[in-house]
Nanobody
């Protein structure tokens, strides 16, 4: 499975962005697709994830109520709608995929497929 992330950019605090993660090269019925982010000098952190079958979602506490993850199966694309952005949301955002085996969605080491990063900058 190949993943391609896009949609990053520069936005003012309080603004919105929508990131896209396009999947290709496989079937995804057993997959979990997650978004992670990494700010300069910080470790990569979990943002959100969605299970391809059934649409179950999960979020980091830091983004609950502001970010929404969703998928459109016919487009093989997962979206991350980011609202009420804060300067601390500034980071490179990555989408990742794995066959769900019961492991924690927030554990980046369990994801085998990664897209390239897309940069999000939130100005104050």
């Amino acid at each position: 499975v190949q993943l391609q992330a896009s949609g990053g950019g520069l936005v003012q605090a309080g603004g919105s962005l929508r990131l896209s993660c396009a999947a290709s090269g496989g079937t995804y019925s057993r997959y979990v697709i997650g978004w992670f982010r990494q700010a300069p000098g910080k470790e990569r952190e979990y943002v959100a994830a969605v299970r391809w079958n059934g649409g179950m979602t999960g979020y980091a506490d830091s983004v609950k109520g502001r970010f929404t993850i969703s998928k459109i199966a016919i487009k093989n694309t997962v979206y991350l709608q980011m609202n009420s952005l804060k300067p601390e949301d500034t980071a490179d955002y990555y989408c990742a995929g794995k066959v769900w085996d019961g492991s924690r969605w927030s554990d980046s080491s369990t994801y085998g497929a990664w897209g390239q990063g897309t940069q999000v900058t939130v100005s104050s």
